[in-house]
């Protein structure tokens, strides 16, 4: 049988109402959060593959 507590404060909450921080859910996106810093361009790329590396490559995938 279930127990019901007198106090509705001490009702265990789900998922959905267990949130610490309520200002942050409702935060509406600013123009801020739309600007753009440019290409991402990681510091790491593969070396450079010249034309004729590339279309020996896609001859010999494409038989």
Same mark, same amino acid.
């Given at each position: /049988?279930?127990?019901? $507590? #007198?106090? $509705?404060?001490?009702?265990? @909450?789900? @998922? &959905?109402g267990? %949130? %610490?921080?309520?200002q942050?859910?409702?935060?509406?996106? #600013?123009?801020? &959060?739309?600007? %753009?810093?440019?290409?991402?361009?990681?510091?790491? /790329?593969?070396?450079?593959? #010249? @034309? !004729?590396?590339? !279309?020996?490559?896609?001859?010999?995938?494409?038989?």
């Amino acid at each position: /049988m279930p127990v019901i $507590p #007198s106090d $509705p404060k001490t009702l265990a @909450r789900g @998922r &959905d109402g267990d %949130s %610490s921080k309520p200002q942050e859910q409702n935060k509406k996106a #600013s123009a801020q &959060d739309y600007i %753009s810093k440019g290409p991402q361009i990681p510091d790491n /790329m593969p070396p450079k593959a #010249s @034309r !004729e590396e590339i !279309e020996a490559r896609m001859k010999g995938l494409n038989k």
